[in-house]
């Protein structure tokens, strides 16, 4: 069936709004992660769903990052009170169970102004 | 703390040549390890998984090795394309966590 979608694909804010980002998985599989991706840099966990399991939310780097997945659907990733310094992309990716191989999504841009 | 480096510089090769990737890995014992491809604008995408018991995996021109000893992985191409250019990231397993942990990555350019 169709890869992992994000949306939007591209989203501008300005500082201190609140965004809410989607992410579809893979029909099928039950862990799912987000990451998020500064230019130029590497790939930063953020927060990791398995199944029905209490999210391992490890990677969040303040309160004003969440997110949420009802079962082995979609799951949405929200930042309150935008600041400048999380302008990046973020990426979601599922795989089949925990551990295996990822697939990712083409990600979200995020501009904060 | 678990450390991975991927050299940060740009690799340049000439169409046709082999390209070799390392990937270096600390304070950790993967049982496997993963490589990506990420084109600008995209997700990764995966290309490769090399258990801890395999010396090496082939998928067409693509070639990597795992030395557990000196903790190491090399990635390459052979017969390279520009059509390869991208950048390359390797995810060791994080040791019985379920989440991978993946290296800064290196990009590579082939030249026509």
């Known amino acids: 069936g169709a890869g992992v979608s994000q949306s939007p694909s591209n989203k501008v804010t300005e500082k201190g709004k609140d965004v809410e980002l989607r992410c579809d998985p893979i029909s099928g599989h039950t862990a799912l992660y987000w990451y998020r991706q500064r230019l130029g840099q590497g790939l930063e966990f953020l927060i990791y769903f398995q199944g029905n399991s209490a999210p391992d939310k490890s990677g969040l780097p303040s309160d004003r990052f969440s997110a949420e997945r009802t079962g082995e659907s979609v799951s949405t990733l929200t930042i309150q009170r935008t600041q400048q310094e999380d302008s990046a992309v973020y990426l979601c990716?599922?795989?089949?169970?925990?551990?295996?191989?990822?697939?990712f999504g083409p990600g979200t841009r995020l501009l904060v102004l | 703390s678990q450390k991975i480096e991927q050299n940060s510089e740009a690799l340049n090769i000439q169409e046709g040549k082999t390209a070799t990737l390392t990937c270096n890995y600390t304070n950790y014992s993967p049982a496997y390890l993963q490589w990506y491809r990420q084109d600008p604008g995209r997700g990764p995408v995966f290309l490769l998984l090399i258990r801890e018991n395999e010396k090496e995996k082939r998928k067409e021109r693509l070639k990597v090795t795992f030395d557990t000893t000196l903790k190491q992985s090399l990635f390459h191409i052979t017969a390279s394309q520009p059509a390869d250019s991208a950048t390359y990231l390797c995810a060791p397993e994080s040791g019985g966590s379920y989440i991978p942990t993946f290296g800064r990555g290196t990009s590579l350019i082939v030249h026509p």
């Open positions: 990716a599922s795989s089949r169970i925990g551990g295996e191989t990822q697939y």
